[in-house]
């Protein structure tokens, strides 16, 4: 998530940059890998940010809680960053700091760029490992499979990984970061661009989605996580605060009957905070919303309705 105070992600032409991930070190067991161990690590995340809510689903459908533990920021960004003002006296409970930028200046005093989440701490080490979102999820997917749950979905299997990249690099910039180079544009002409963009790929989506319950085919995979983590933020954020506006996903048939179908599926809705989503995007920038008044809709009880995403089976 970022907000219109990111001057320095907005490049000469006024569009959106987004900065690169500072830490970005991969899980595994070869030397310079950070290692592969239960119960190390700390998952910082914020219920509004589409990158972390990412990192929770594969947690939650490969059966990881027990690997890595939780803390959840709030979803309104203060001026100094994420706070954990949700938490009784307002930090962490594990690493004990109010605010998400305390242990990135523990690690890197240096460091000069946004604390982002999600944020991978070593817990033992007390600092920052891993904010690289991108990766995350593969590192789950495959790093740490001796550990996971029996029975627990291959969302990133061997024979498809180069496909499944290749299709997240483009669902990456035109659609995730999409909607942010559309909604963050500092010109008339950059955000057209990207909002054409952004509807054109989901207009593909939409005739994919016709013949096959996922994005390939009837295999649950890291890409439809990638996906529903900007559906379900489009129509209650991104469709106004974005100024995404050509459809609302409710508008796209096979789009948001795959949309619910995930939602309702284990892992997908259960970590999904409509009010934290729409707090986070509308109020997170006084400057766009001065009174700070919260909009009351959209009607999000539609996400538990039938879907006819059974026909696939």
């Known amino acids: 998530m970022a907000t219109s105070e990111n001057i320095h992600e907005i490049s000469s032409t006024g569009a959106f940059v987004r900065q690169k991930n500072r830490f970005d070190t991969p899980f595994g067991n070869q030397e310079g890998e950070l290692p592969v161990e239960a119960g190390r690590y700390r998952i910082l995340w914020a219920k509004i940010c589409p990158w ?48 998400l930028t305390e242990i990135y200046a523990e690690t890197d005093p240096k460091y000069m760029g946004r604390a982002t989440v999600p944020t991978v701490v070593d817990i033992i080490e007390r600092k920052v490992v891993n904010n690289d979102y991108f990766h995350l999820t593969n590192y789950l997917e495959t790093a740490f499979q001796p550990f996971h749950k029996k029975g627990a979905p291959d969302l990133y299997p061997e024979a498809l990984r180069e496909e499944i990249d290749a299709f997240n690099d483009v669902l990456f910039h035109e659609v995730n970061n999409g909607v942010y180079k559309a909604g963050f544009a500092h010109s008339q002409k950059v955000y057209e661009e990207a909002y054409d963009i952004l509807f054109n790929r989901l207009d593909s989506l939409e005739k994919r989605l016709a013949n096959q319950r996922y994005l390939f ?45 995930l939602y309702q599926t284990k892992g997908f809705g259960d970590t999904t905070d409509f009010e934290s989503i729409k707090k986070g995007y509308q109020l997170g920038d006084p400057s766009t919303n001065p009174l700070q008044i919260l909009a009351k809709g959209p009607d999000v009880s539609i996400w538990n309705e039938p879907h006819d995403r059974g026909r696939f089976s």
């Open 217 to 261: 085919g009837n295999q649950l995979t890291d890409a439809d996580i990638r996906f529903y983590v900007t559906l379900v933020r489009f129509d209650v954020a991104y469709y106004s605060v974005f100024r995404t506006n050509r459809n609302r996903i409710i508008d796209f048939p096979n789009i948001w009957n795959y949309a619910k179908d």
């Open 52 to 99: 972390a809510h990412r990192a929770i689903i594969a947690r939650e459908l490969l059966g990881l809680k027990n690997v890595f533990s939780v803390g959840t920021a709030s979803p309104i960004r203060t001026e100094k960053g994420w706070d954990f003002s949700l938490n009784e006296e307002g930090v962490d409970p594990v690493l004990k700091i109010g605010y």
